[in-house]
């Protein structure tokens, strides 16, 4: 049984990053790729029991889209913020980005969107992470903030106890790597029933894990 993480770029050409993890959560391959087909053909070839990606699956529930200038909008749907799963994670006192017209990440969204409708396609399983709610839940509130240079350091010294056989590859990883590696060990604890499904199946859920 394998379990996939990915941290999704919003363009091919800057690599995303992609964890692999076996059942004891054991480091089987931390790799890249560019192309949405690459990851398509590794799920086909591999079959992993879950692939976790730490991006915006989906779109708040009455868009259509993520334009500021777009109409879409469901006059009838109450304007949100942002998608449930995200109001929550606020009101737990994580930070994030709220997924609504005019992100400055929507490209990225938008990646996201159409690559887990691939997957699904295929019948693989794919949940929405949130590497920065993993740290928060797993390590407590006292990490670093997510783009600080500390951060890289402080998971360096605690992603190997969570992940064996990282050692080695320690000095290789970066921000984008440590991501991956957070997402496909949530993905993880979630095969054993050890997480909180936030938001709302409708509009998409982020998966985050039960406090340590
Ligand atoms: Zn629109």
Redesign the pocket.
Known sequence: MIVLGVDLRSSPSHPSALAVLGEASTLEALDAFSYDDELVELARTRQPALIAIGTPLTLPQG???L?SR???CDAKAPRKRGREAELELARMGISCFFTSKGSIIRGLVYRGVELKKRLVKERHQVIETYPHATKVMLFGDKVPPKNSARSLAYLKERLPALVHGLEPRLATLDKNSCAALLNAYTGLLHCRELTHVLGNPLEGEVVVPRQA
Do not use: R
Request: net charge negative.
């Open positions: 868009l259509q889209c334009e777009c109409q879409c």
